[in-house]
């Protein structure tokens, strides 16, 4: 079955998801978006999509601290974040590069992660440019640090990197990240090529399981015109969306 | 309904807040009161300190590169869609302003903090960030209620001079309505005054129909306000209309260079008074 890198990438993230109740995404992630969506369609709404932005699959109604303080409570079970630059222990720069204050290059700021990434089990890194330059050893500046000492109150922290190459799933007891599966067409060699910090790789990694074909039939009928209320543009062009 | 006599101008409001005052501002879909935004440009402000709640767009980086702003604490400058906030950016890089870096739900523990009126709030996360360690106001404890360890952050009351925003209503009684806009509410209970810009008069008393009562500020908070249709474009205003996308990729992309900013601004800031 032909299938897109959105719609694989979609049915990736989505397995990621299982079992989550609460699942929130941020601003401009139209792929988590659609991931959180396909959950709450497949699960009979038992698993609860909020995607920042919609007016219908949103189920906050006071625009501040709702959101974090649910969050604080351990209410939410997954969220998303992205990082201008992201580390092999998992910290992530949200900030800039180089010197701080006044960096090389002036990313907006660390928004929401500086919290959620130590209050949400499982934040997933969705960043999908994958080069040295995303990928470093050691980030100059950490919005979020991946791990932290162990008495430190910390329910959530990374859960895995999906990046335009592969898959990496963080190994929290270690504080690194190992290699989970390849996108079709890229290769081990590649990953490396591209990654500026070290990972564990297992023998024999293979491509990520491609999309269940009926996920995929809800990506191109439900999920398509739920998402087009958020992402009109990624709707119709990525998913077929004909609204 | 024509405006209530005890009504100012968007620029009267912008003659209220002195140079140097701390202005907590909603984020963009929040209710951003952009024609005060261009009247403190116009009037040529000086040293403003900008508290984002949490986050901020063409606001921010409209007041920074107009050379309004000495500070700005904020959660993230950006133009979403349309790219960086360059004026923020540039203003950042080249050490033009004071930047206090922070994460969103702190901004709000500040002003909930100051709303309460103690001294600070905990807040759990934060912790072995570079935020955190570049914030001398910012301090850790241990949870004195636990046993042992336990570190916790601590974030200092912050009590804004001026609470600025657009809201979709207001009445005769000095009532602003913010809807589910709940951190216009935060806004106006943690800050020293309130001056707010209303799209419509509700033609009654906001305070008297339950119906509105919930997302009503009422005088007691309020200062002063002031009638401004469009009064937060091109921004949206929830329930009156969309943002202008258009407009802001115009300015995004304006913004990039001193000189593309600097045409922005003779064009739709001392160019005429009116936004639309």
Redesign the interface.
């Not at chain 1, 109604?61 to 709702?66: F, T, V």
């Given at each position: 079955m032909e299938f897109s890198r959105e719609e694989l990438l979609i049915c990736a993230v989505a397995r990621m998801l299982d079992g989550c109740r609460n699942i929130a995404v941020g601003?401009?992630s139209p792929i988590p978006g659609s991931a959180a969506l396909l959950m709450q369609a497949l699960t009979n709404g038992h698993a609860r999509a909020s995607i920042l932005g919609s007016n219908v699959h949103n189920p906050f109604?006071?625009?501040?601290?709702?959101l974090?303080?649910r969050a604080?409570q351990g209410r939410v079970d997954a969220f998303f974040l992205g990082g201008g630059q992201i580390d092999g222990e998992g910290n992530i720069n949200?900030?800039?590069t180089g010197p701080?204050?006044?960096?090389?290059?002036?990313f907006?700021?660390?928004?929401?992660?500086?919290?959620?990434?130590?209050?949400v089990p499982r934040v997933i890194l969705f960043r999908e440019e994958h080069s040295r330059r995303v990928f470093v050893d050691k980030v100059d500046?950490?919005?979020?640090?991946g791990w932290?000492?162990p008495?430190?109150?910390r329910p959530g922290g990374p859960y895995a990197l999906i990046t335009s190459l592969c898959v990496f799933i963080y190994d929290r007891d270690n504080h690194r990240f190992r290699l989970s599966g390849l996108l079709p067409g890229a290769t081990l060699e590649e990953v490396r090529d591209n990654t500026g910090f070290d990972f564990d790789c297992p023998d024999g990694i293979g491509d990520i399981p491609p999309p269940e074909a009926d996920r995929l039939e809800l990506i191109r009928t439900r999920i398509a015109g739920e998402i087009a209320e958020t992402y009109p543009e990624f709707a119709r062009d990525r998913l077929g969306w004909q609204g | 309904m024509d405006a209530p006599e005890i009504y100012l101008s968007a620029d009267e409001i912008a003659s209220r807040i002195p140079d140097g005052a701390l202005i907590g501002v909603p984020k963009e879909d929040g209710g951003a009161a952009m024609e005060v935004t261009r009247a403190l440009i116009r009037r040529k402000a000086k040293g403003l300190r900008l508290f984002t709640v949490p986050v901020s767009s063409i606001q921010a980086d409209m007041l920074i590169g107009a050379g309004c702003v000495d500070e700005i604490e904020t959660s993230g400058v950006s133009m979403g869609e349309f790219g960086f906030a360059c004026r923020f950016r540039a203003a950042v890089q080249e050490g033009t302003i004071k930047i206090k870096d922070a994460t969103c739900p702190a901004l709000y523990a500040e002003l909930q903090a100051s709303e309460k009126g103690v001294p600070f709030m905990p807040l759990r996360g934060i912790l072995g960030s570079d935020i955190h360690a570049n914030r001398d106001d910012w301090m850790t404890i241990d949870n004195p209620l636990a046993d042992s360890g336990d570190p916790i952050v601590l974030l200092p009351a912050v009590k804004p001079d001026v609470a600025l925003f657009h809201a979709r209503y207001g009445d005769r009684y000095g009532n602003v309505w913010v809807g589910a806009r709940r951190e216009c509410v935060l806004l106006a209970h943690a800050s020293a005054s309130t001056l707010v810009t209303v799209e419509e008069i509700w033609d009654g008393n906001l305070m008297d129909d339950d119906r509105m009562l919930a997302g009503t500020i009422p005088p007691i908070y309020v200062d002063t306000v002031a009638h401004a249709p469009q009064g937060a474009w091109p921004l949206s205003l929830n329930g009156a209309y969309e943002r202008d996308g258009v407009h802001l990729r115009e300015y995004a992309g304006a913004a990039k260079t001193d000189d593309g900013f600097a045409a922005y601004l003779d064009q739709h800031v001392f160019g005429k008074q009116a936004a639309a």
């Open positions: 601003t401009a109604n006071d625009a501040g601290p709702e974090f303080d604080g949200l900030v800039g701080y204050p006044n960096s090389d290059t002036r907006p700021g660390s928004f929401g992660s500086g919290y959620l990434y130590f209050s500046f950490i919005s979020a640090p932290s000492p008495d430190v109150h | -």
